[in-house]
């Protein structure tokens, strides 16, 4: 820390921020447009111009730019001096003059910096009578809106674009005062990070082009904060709506997750909320229709078929909350409760779990990713695919220079170029062993693209040479001996290497060789500071395996065995887990099929008796990141408030008043408090888990917490359409938001769970740099969620015995699994705009597998498997491992349970 002077007022600063950063952070208003936290500065607007003082004698002083000077104990400056104020005023002036004046129709919708910043600065009148620079705007994508017309040239979206997220198909183009922002061509950006062009740029340059469909200001939506439910990073978000339709998604900041990105993915997979084809009422199927039932009768019904049933059969779900899967396995026992995981994925989850519980490693968060490590092995996962905030994260570490050169060349941390200048290519380690290769690649310092049993033999050959044990017989490759000892001699030398691996390989033993690399370290290096990732495959496929379940496929086997049994399915498709024939006998043997869902899957059309569930964006509930973060999500809107015909209930309410007279113990869940104390008292896992955020009960000042804007218009007008007179507002039981902009204006001060973002002054995203100048932000205090894995369980020590008889199992061609960024996740294949973006299914196999079936490039092929036929185009790779073809399993009409699986017989479509 250290002292500086602003306007003759002393301040005590942090020395190693400039002085713009410092000025935001003690509540100063300065406009600026180039300046972003995590991009740096380089000084290219001149707009957050100050005046610089050489001693406390000097009364002229000069004008310098506050995010280029460096916070010098003792420096004296001036905000409001009156040159300074005349020099933004002038430049936000010039910045103006080829600016259209289209603010009422921009798609910004007020949310604007360029706006925020010239009313500070005080151009008030335009004085420019000339004719205006015209571009024209390129096609980037169904997400992205262009408009170049108002851009300032403030560099944002090539620093981030390209120098940050590491994008190679945007640039700046020209030169003087033709300069361009975009591609060389139209296109789709291909950067899976690219919808964060919105939120960067200051002006309308990019804009959300999703929500433009449905346009509204910013101060007339509802929020709520809520979690990305996409993968299991656990991203925080804020969303968005109005007329019971989600119509934008925000990045929400969490120090420790996603700071201030979020990946496209999650920001634009939101489609699936509103499909014409999504269910609104309870169904019975009865002679070969479907009957449509109110509340009641579904609930009368399925009390029926319970009180009637010898068994009672659950399958939960890792993409529904903790609160839906519990209530599940109140009902059914928790003998009869299944995760909805098939088996190995089951093993792979349980294994993390006992790796977690034994707290014999870190597991980093974003944040410490990106900061504290200076080696990174990632094995068997495509992070990119699955999990790309933290592929994200794991670029910055990568090209992070190390900050003792830093100091050494005295250069700030803020100084973006200088620090370009002196990484050059300098890199951090990153060793990247997968089945196909990925985005990743082009970074590694080594890739290995090879089977999940070659990957194993490889760790175990790791793990002989650690132990000063010499390489076996049967690793005979020179090559890999020798990338052996180079990865060994690394990963033990190391102060802070990094080990991700995770779920999605679908291999125990993987899992374990990795762990078992990870011990040895720790134990010949004391000094090691060594890092662990295990992801897992949801967003919540961590908090259901802290409930004690059973397989999917031991589920079914009961099923089918147990005569007059019933079976209810809580947010899951048993089609993307198996084929249609294997699931005739489920669904077609007279037995009553129970299905919970908020969207129309092939087992909700299957299933005996349907209840409609809410989706994350209408229900409140708790899930559990891959770090075992147990995070909240807020519900943003009622949707039975919009249409008065419907049904519509969190899961875990319907299967409440489903097993009203079937729970053993008596339910008393009347709001989500109720079912978290419930569960927090069984499960000790849970314990904690109350801390994740404040409880229904929590006000401020006896005032809740506004989910509306104070200038929210047109509220009374909403339900017009439906009664002319205004329709009292719904109450939220479930948590400490108002469905109203009545509340307690500051909540920011008081609660880390903020709603929207908005500070006097500053309408746009970029009021988190001003709203985190707030002394008492509790949303920079860490305290967004609570760590589960709190303690050391008593418990036997990692399990690290590999199964070599799985591990040298000779295979043949045999079904892999590859990912995609749009077609692997579940739910957002329902949305329509994103069905248009995912990729017809394409097989992949070896050369020399292509040359030995004689099957060429492109070819239509078909295979047989579990008694169903599939059809693929073929695409040859040269890097794909030989015996093995490669599917995109989990995309729709690719069951996951193909994984494993031999095929005998591939053979060209005619």
């Known amino acids: 820390m250290t002292i500086i002077y602003i306007d003759n007022k002393k301040y005590e600063v942090d020395d190693l921020k400039n002085v713009l950063h410092n000025c935001l952070l003690l509540g100063k208003d300065i406009p600026y447009f180039c300046w972003h936290p995590l991009l740096g500065s380089v000084g290219s607007c001149r707009q957050c111009a100050i005046k610089l003082y050489s001693n406390k004698n000097d009364k ?12 010098k104990d003792g420096i004296k400056v001036s905000i409001q001096d009156k040159d300074v104020q005349k020099f933004r005023r002038s430049i936000i002036e010039l910045l103006m003059l080829n600016h259209p004046h289209d603010c009422p129709v921009c798609a910004e919708g007020g949310s604007c910096h360029l706006q925020d910043m010239t009313v500070m600065a005080g151009h008030l009148y335009r004085r420019y009578r000339f004719p205006k620079r015209i571009y024209k705007n390129q096609y980037l994508g169904p997400f992205i809106s262009h408009e170049m017309n108002r851009c300032i040239h403030c560099y944002r979206c090539v620093r981030y674009y390209k120098d940050y997220a590491q994008g190679t198909d945007f640039n700046v183009y020209g030169i003087s005062n033709n300069i361009y922002f975009g591609r060389v061509e139209d296109g789709i950006l291909e950067n899976e990070h690219s919808g964060n062009l919105i939120e960067l740029c200051p002006t309308g340059v990019f804009t959300d082009k999703t929500s433009l469909k449905n346009y509204n200001r910013k101060w007339d939506l509802q929020y709520a904060p809520s979690i990305c439910h996409f993968c299991s990073i656990g991203c925080n978000i804020i969303v968005g709506e109005r007329y019971g339709k ?17 990946c496209d ?3 634009f997979g939101y489609g699936f909320n509103h499909r014409d084809s999504r269910p609104y009422k309870p169904k019975y199927f009865t002679s070969n229709s479907y009957k449509n039932l109110t509340t009641n009768e579904a609930i009368r019904l399925a009390q029926n078929v319970l009180k009637k049933s010898s068994k009672i059969i659950g399958i939960g779900s890792s993409r529904a909350s903790i609160e839906s899967n519990y209530a599940l396995l109140k009902l059914v026992g928790s003998k009869n409760f299944s995760s909805g995981m098939l088996q190995d994925e089951q093993l792979c989850m349980n294994y993390i779990v006992s790796v977690l519980n034994s707290k014999e490693f870190h597991i980093p968060t974003l944040y410490e990713i990106e900061n504290n490590y200076d080696v990174a092995l990632v094995v068997g996962e495509d992070l990119t695919m699955n999990s790309p905030r933290m592929a994200l994260s794991l670029r910055q570490m990568i090209k992070r220079v190390n900050n003792d050169e830093i100091i050494n060349k005295n250069i700030d941390q803020w100084n973006h170029l200088a620090i370009l200048n002196i990484a050059q290519n ?9 089945t196909n290769s990925t985005k990743l690649d082009e970074l590694s310092s080594w890739n290995y693209i090879t089977s999940i049993p070659n990957q194993v033999k490889f760790f175990l050959e790791l793990i002989n040479q650690m132990n000063n044990q010499s390489i076996s017989n049967d690793f005979c490759d020179p090559f890999l001996t020798k990338k052996v000892l180079e990865i060994a001699e690394v990963l033990l030398n190391s102060k802070r290497p990094l080990i991700i691996c995770g779920s999605h390989s679908r ?3 993987l899992l374990k060789s990795v762990v078992k690399v990870a011990t040895i370290i720790k134990k010949m290096n004391a000094e090691s500071e060594i890092g662990v990732v295990l992801l897992s495959d949801n967003a919540n496929s961590m908090g259901v395996s802290l409930i004690s379940s059973i397989s999917i496929e031991k589920s079914l086997s009961i099923f089918e065995k147990t005569k007059n049994s019933v079976l209810i399915i809580v947010e899951n498709d048993l089609y993307r887990m198996f084929s249609t024939a ?10 009553t099929v129970i299905v919970l869902d908020h969207q129309n899957t092939m087992s909700m059309i299957k299933g005996s008796l349907t209840f409609p569930s809410t989706s994350f964006f209408e229900s409140s509930g708790t899930i559990v990141n891959y770090e075992g973060r147990a995070q909240r999500f807020f519900k943003v809107y009622d949707p039975n408030v919009y249409q008065k015909d419907i049904s519509v209930m969190d899961s875990w309410r319907w299967l409440k008043l489903i097993g009203k007279n079937y729970y053993i113990t008596n339910n008393t869940w009347n709001n989500l408090d109720d079912i978290i104390n419930d569960y927090a008292n069984n499960i000790d896992q849970f314990r904690n888990i109350r801390k994740a955020a404040p409880n229904s009960y929590f006000r401020i000042i006896n005032q809740k917490i506004p989910r509306l804007p104070n200038r929210n218009s047109g509220r009374t007008a909403l339900m017009s359409h439906i009664n002319v007179h205004e329709i009292k507002q719904p109450t939220d039981v479930d948590s400490m938001f108002a469905f109203s902009m009545e509340g307690f204006p500051n909540f920011y001060k008081y609660s880390s769970h903020i709603p929207f973002i908005w500070m006097p002054g500053w309408n746009s995203p970029q009021a988190w740099n001003k709203l985190n100048s707030t ?40 079904i892999i699994i590859y990912y995609l960024f749009f077609g692997s996740e579940e739910i957002t294949q329902y949305s329509s705009l994103i069905k248009t973006l995912i990729p017809k299914t394409i097989g992949l196999i070896s050369f020399e597998d292509s040359k030995r079936l004689q099957l060429k490039h492109n070819a239509q092929v078909q295979f047989n498997c579990f008694g169903s036929l599939f059809s693929i185009k073929l695409k040859i790779s040269n890097n794909f491992p030989v015996g093995y073809i490669g599917l995109p399993l989990g995309k729709i009409g690719m069951p996951l349970s193909l994984l494993g699986q031999a095929i005998n017989f591939l053979k060209e479509a005619l």
């Open 265 to 267: 993915k999650g920001r």
């Open 775 to 814: 002394k008492n932000l509790r949303c920079f205090n860490n305290d967004l969620g609570i760590q589960l894995f709190d303690k050391k369980y008593i418990a036997p020590n990692v399990d690290c015995k590999i199964d070599q008889k799985k591990v040298y199992e000779r295979d043949g061609l045999r």
């Open 246 to 262: 989600v119509q934008k998604i925000e990045n929400r900041f969490n120090p420790q997750v996603n700071h201030y990105f979020i």
């Open 507 to 509: 291999n125990v033993n």
């Open 582 to 591: 294997k699931l005739k006998t489920i669904f077609n043997n007279n037995k």
């Open 426 to 434: 300098k890199k951090n380690i990153l060793y990247n062993i997968n």
């Open 60 to 71: 002229v002083g000069r004008v310098v730019m506050a995010c280029m000077t460096p916070s």
